[in-house]
């Protein structure tokens, strides 16, 4: 077997053994890019009540009128008054936030997105220990497909052929995105991760900017 032949085969195996987690990763991918837009692993579930108005009182007095006006399943494991009438209670898993002025109750449970949220878990590295040593390993197939690849075909559809076009327009795209994004002229030099493009250079991290802005 020539060096050829096994390339085009250890290509075609190992791309169909990576199938999977590169479809997992492609769509992740796709989803934590938007993460300032939304949450890719959870939404959440908001429902309104309303309830006769409760008296404000202490703490404690008013957290057991809620739980006896809404039916709710016991005692909360912890509450916050952040104002007079208002109080935030804290289940397993959920929370609730009333007015007892207004007679208002806003109940927030997270749901996870099946299947994204999963994905997301595996991709971002979250399980760490011996998944780390995977994802590691399916980073190196991924390049050995990348490189594999260019050598599949010869001739003109090869990579003395068109094929080092492309190839090449491959390597220069990330390259001229980083000119444009990261090494512009009169930049201070490469910033940290999350930093925006206005940030003066010396400017601290968290400054001038909101969550998500």
């Known amino acids: 077997m020539n060096w050829r032949k096994l390339n085009n085969v250890l290509h075609r ?16 991918g796709v989803a934590v890019n938007h993460r300032h837009q939304w949450n890719p692993s959870w ?19 008013m957290t057991a009128a809620l739980v006896a006006a809404l039916a709710l399943p016991g005692p909360p494991k912890a509450s ?3 104002a007079p009438e208002k109080v935030e209670l804290f289940y ?11 007679g208002t109750a806003t109940i927030e449970r997270p749901r996870s997105r099946l ?3 999963e994905m997301n878990f595996l991709h971002l590295n979250e399980p760490k220990g011996w998944w780390t040593w995977a ?30 076009w492309l190839a090449g327009l491959g390597v220069l795209l990330p390259i001229v995105a980083l000119a444009f994004l990261l090494w512009w002229p009169g930049d201070a030099g490469p910033r ?10 010396g400017q601290q ?8 802005g």
Request: glycine content about 16%.
């Open 192 to 201: 940290e991760e999350g930093e925006g493009r206005g940030r003066r250079p």
């Open 135 to 164: 994802a590691d390993a399916y980073a190196v197939v991924l390049g050995f497909l990348a490189i594999s690849g260019l050598f599949v075909l010869k001739g003109r559809n090869g990579l003395a052929g068109r094929g080092k």
């Open 115 to 117: 299947g994204l949220r």
């Open 92 to 102: 397993e898993g959920w929370s609730l936030t009333a007015d007892a002025a207004a």
């Open 43 to 61: 939404k959440l579930d908001v429902e309104t009540r309303t309830f006769a108005p409760i008296p404000v009182s202490d703490k404690e007095t």
């Open 13 to 28: 195996d190992l791309g169909y053994l990576a199938v999977g987690l590169t479809l997992a990763y492609a769509i992740s």
């Open 205 to 212: 991290r968290g400054m001038g900017r909101g969550p998500g």
């Open 80 to 82: 916050f008054r952040p």
